[in-house]
């Protein structure tokens, strides 16, 4: 009989949580062996019962997935993990495959495909829909936003004007204006309308909400 895969779940949904516990341990080759509603505390658990594979979602409260699967990197280096969230920016999926995600699953998969994603994470293999390899891609080929920049390209989303920016950074409207006309090469657009809505789609900038 073969061994099962130990699984974690880590979600801030409780009927997420224990809906993948019931799914997941219909297979049987999988065990859910803990779960967490937050980074922080998955963190905690997860050294103590060293699953073979996390499931984790990307945006929960206290600490995001990104933050939480580059710190268990750390803690536990032989820990595979698989991203199963709603979004799938092209921010959301780069971040998560650089801290460490071998798959990235959308909560609109079937079940099939989530457990084909585990088993190919357990054998260390990667997983990762042809679309969504497709944003990865497109995301690695495009030259990245400077810190500087992201900070500009999010006050313009915000709707503030060069001269606000520059008070708002303390930096001369001439430099403001540089980064805009850079921000906007790099993410092949021609106005500052396009600029936002592409940097929405790219998850580069979040609308606050209100």
């Not at 699953?51 to 939480?68: I, K, Q, S, T, Y």
């Not at 920016?89 to 909560?107: C, T």
């Not at 969504?132 to 080929?141: G, T």
Request: glycine residues 6%; hydrophobic residues 45%; aromatic residues 2%.
């Amino acid at each position: 009989m073969r061994k099962a895969i130990r699984i974690f779940i880590v979600d801030d949904h409780a009927v997420v949580r224990l809906g993948l516990k019931t799914m997941l341990e219909s297979e049987p080759d999988m065990k859910v062996v803990g779960m967490a509603a937050s980074g922080k505390d998955a963190l905690e658990a997860i050294p103590l019962v060293l699953p073979d594979v996390v499931l984790a979602d990307l945006r929960m409260r206290e600490m995001n997935g990104e933050a939480m699967l580059l710190e268990l990197r750390h803690l536990c280096p032989n820990v595979r993990s698989v991203v199963l969230t709603t979004y799938h920016s092209d921010e959301d999926v780069f971040g998560a495959v650089k801290a460490g995600a071998m798959a990235y699953i959308l909560k609109s998969s079937s079940l099939e495909q989530v457990t084909e994603a585990i088993r190919k994470v357990y054998a260390g293999e990667r997983w990762i829909p042809a679309h969504i390899a497709q944003q990865l891609a497109q995301r690695l080929s495009r030259a990245p936003l400077s810190t500087r920049e992201l900070e500009i390209l999010q006050l313009v989303a915000r709707g503030m004007k060069n001269h606000e920016i520059a008070e708002e950074l303390s930096i001369s409207e001439n430099t403001v204006r540089n980064h805009v006309v850079s921000v906007l090469e790099k993410l092949g657009v021609r106005d500052r309308s396009e600029a936002i809505a592409v940097a929405l789609q790219q998850g580069l900038v979040r609308m606050e909400e209100g």
